[in-house]
């Protein structure tokens, strides 16, 4: 399975913006669908977006969408996630994770469907 690493959370104003970048290691990068998670404090695990195997394709949740782009790179076997117009709802620990299938309904993304996840790195938005 693929070990994956995040990095680039952190604390910033509401309005403001994050790139969060996933590492991936292995040569198989390019056979994953990856996808981001988050969870805040007392809630469940979410979806946020998900990125086809070329990134030719993006699924993301609607709270999310027209704020946050999820890209990859297959070179560099990283994928990213560009937050912008940040709010405190936002605040959670993100995770990249890696899966098979990719689906353009954001309803059919779960943690299930996931192989290996990252550590996750912490966002926290302040009013």
């Known amino acids: 399975q693929v070990q994956l690493v995040e990095s680039g959370g952190g604390l910033v104003q509401a309005g403001g913006s994050l790139r969060l970048s996933c590492a991936a290691s292995g040569r198989t990068f390019s056979s994953y669908v990856m996808g981001w998670f988050r969870q805040a404090p007392g809630k469940e695990r979410e979806f946020v977006a998900a990125?086809?195997?070329?990134?030719?394709?993006?699924s993301s949740a609607d709270s999310v969408k027209g704020r946050f782009t999820i890209s990859r790179d297959n070179a560099k076997n990283t994928v990213y996630l560009l937050m912008n117009s940040l709010t405190p709802e936002d605040t959670a620990v993100y995770y990249c994770?890696?899966?098979?299938?990719?689906?353009?309904?954001?309803?059919?993304?779960?943690?299930?469907?996931?192989?290996?996840w990252g550590q996750g790195t912490q966002v926290t938005v302040s009013s």
């Open positions: 990125i086809s195997w070329g990134g030719g394709s993006t």
């Open positions: 994770a890696a899966g098979t299938n990719f689906y353009y309904d954001k309803t059919l993304y779960h943690e299930s469907g996931f192989l290996s």
